[in-house]
């Protein structure tokens, strides 16, 4: 019984490992640093303790955590000589990246509803909108990312692995690991069919929101009103199309298969820049991100100064 997978894809880069690895350690130190300044930022600022800005806090913890189930793994691959991953070891990282991804998707809905309430509702906003919703909100995406994957999770760890141990991709992944079960995977379908289902389902939620907060928007009699209304959730609109166009070319192409090298591309992407961009996202089209930043490397270099 296969007890180690191999990452093959890794064997093919191991005499030009450092020249990888030195750019993706500087991608995942940003993507830690951006985010985590977000989230203190936030949870520090009290000009920023609105719905709104507590579920980008939420997706900024999150992508934090999404990204850490996999590049540290990859960065070891790249300088070691062992590119091997244990199946216990395997099975939590395809775990916490799944549960993950669904809880960020689910995270973006929420998101969209707040905008669409704050838009197309603004009078009643404050009592829909509450701080206990939110946390309620939250709870509810975290339960539905780390309960729905489970059950799969437990299915593949009792499938008997006894031929090739390669995984050609660079992270494990549902449809790599299945590939080298020695027994009818073809139960994943209905899996597979499942995801798609959750991931169209917050899609068209999101979009239908849009849609409607467009609609709205272009009512507004004047300039100043609609681009003031629309910079709300242009922002959250950029990460929306970027999770879900990413998403969308991972996992729902069906019967479309790409090469080695783009396999491997496409799963770099999906899982570097979306959390990538979302700190630059965040800080550079927030206006109340970037003066928060500003106020708080301010009173931490007057703190500095007064102390010394």
């Known amino acids: 019984m296969v007890t180690e997978f191999l990452f093959s894809m890794f064997l093919n880069l191991h005499e030009s490992g450092l020249l990888f690895f030195i750019p993706l350690l500087l991608i995942y130190g940003f993507i830690i640093t951006g985010n985590l300044v977000i989230f203190i930022v936030i949870q520090v600022d009290t000009a920023l303790h609105t719905p709104m800005y507590f ?16 590049i540290p793994k990859m960065l070891c691959s790249l300088v070691s000589e062992q590119k091997t991953i244990s199946l ?21 809905t929420a998101m969209a509803i707040d905008r669409y309430i704050a838009i197309c509702n603004p009078l009643h906003y404050p009592t829909i909108v509450t701080s206990n919703l939110c946390i309620q909100l939250t709870a509810g995406s975290c339960l539905c990312g780390f309960l729905l994957v489970l059950p ?13 141990n390669e995984i050609h991709q660079i992270f494990c992944d549902f449809t790599p690991v299945l590939s080298l079960a020695c027994t009818d995977t073809s139960l994943v379908v209905i899996v597979d069919a499942i995801h798609a289902v959750e ?55 069906f ?18 820049l979306a959390p990538f961009l979302n700190p630059i996202i965040y800080s550079l089209r927030n206006k109340d991100i970037k003066i928060a930043i500003q106020r708080l490397f301010c009173c931490q270099k007057r703190a500095g100064r007064i102390g010394s």
Do not use: N
């Not at 395809?94 to 549960?99: A, L, P, T």
């Open 255 to 272: 019967s479309a298969t790409y090469s080695v090298f783009w396999d491997t591309v496409v799963a770099v992407t999906f899982v570097i």
């Open 88 to 108: 216990t070891g395997c099975l939590m990282q395809m775990y916490f990246f799944h549960s993950l991804g669904i809880t960020e998707s689910c995270v973006l």
């Open 199 to 253: 991931i169209l389902s917050s899609f068209l939620v999101i979009a239908l929101s849009y849609a409607r907060i467009i609609m709205v928007i272009l009512q507004i009699p004047s300039a100043e009103g609609r681009h003031k209304a629309f910079s709300t959730c242009a922002s959250h609109l950029a990460v929306f199309l970027l999770f879900f166009g990413s998403v969308a070319v991972m996992y729902l192409r």
């Open 152 to 164: 799969e999770i437990a299915w593949i760890a009792t499938l008997p692995f006894c031929g090739s």
């Open 55 to 70: 579920f980008i806090s939420v997706l900024s913890f999150l992508e934090i955590w999404y990204t850490t189930t996999t």
